[in-house]
T-cell receptor, first 110, second 113 residues
């Protein structure tokens, strides 16, 4: 069964304190792994797509990496505006369906 | 432009009402999706339209009825809902089949009284 597990559930950081979010996955043939950011009461905002192990993508203070079993979202020197829930999702071959993890709720304090 | 729009932003309806949620995208995407999201939970897929045809129906109760009038529009017709159907309803679109990212709209906050 395709499955995504994210950890930690919640993370509190001081502004400037770098950290990583984890996404472990089991999927019968990975077509793509996606990272989204979601603010309360709003729709998820697309961040990255990763396709194969070893791939990395960066956007401002965020860097996503992928191995055969997990993905990491590294946040470097976070700011309070980075506070949000970060969702990881995988897509298997032969389907349009995304399997979401339960998310990591990040709070960055000044 | 990666914008998906949804109307209304908020909706309160009684259990005997009929209402519709609307979604629109002008990115030329050929796949559109409806998701339901409860508080502190990830989005749950309800329906997928690919090239204006229903391709996935995740065993959603018949009180939810999707419609795709054309490649830019997606509706969700609601009838005889239950209080447990209260949630954030999200629309998304993507270029089509394959590992392409889905772009989400802001959602409609639905409350069933």
């Amino acid at each position: 069964e395709d499955q995504v597990t994210q950890s930690p559930e919640a993370l509190r950081l001081q502004e400037g304190e770098s950290s990583s979010l984890n996404c472990s996955y089991t999927v019968s043939g990975l077509r793509g792994l996606f990272w989204y950011r979601q603010d309360p009461g709003k729709g998820p905002e697309f961040l990255f797509t990763l396709y194969s192990a070893g791939e990395e993508k960066e956007k401002e203070r965020l860097k996503a990496t992928l191995t055969k079993k997990e993905s990491f979202l590294h946040i470097t020197a976070p700011k309070p505006e980075d506070s949000a829930t970060y969702l990881c999702a995988v897509q298997a071959y032969n389907t349009d369906k995304l399997i979401f993890g339960t998310g990591t709720r990040l709070q960055v304090f000044p | 432009d990666t914008e998906v729009t949804q109307t209304p932003k908020h909706l309160v309806m009684g259990m005997t009402n009929k209402k519709s949620l609307k979604c629109e995208q002008h990115m030329g995407h050929r796949a559109m999706y409806w998701y339901k999201q409860k508080a502190k939970k990830p989005p749950e897929l309800m329906f997928v339209y690919s090239y204006e045809k229903l391709s996935i129906n995740e065993s959603v109760p018949s009180r939810f009825s999707p419609e795709c009038p054309n490649s830019s529009l997606l509706n969700l017709h609601l009838h005889a809902l239950q209080p447990e159907d209260s949630a954030l309803y999200l629309c998304a679109s993507s270029q089509g089949q394959g590992a392409v990212e889905q772009y989400f709209g802001p959602g409609t906050r639905l409350t069933v009284t």
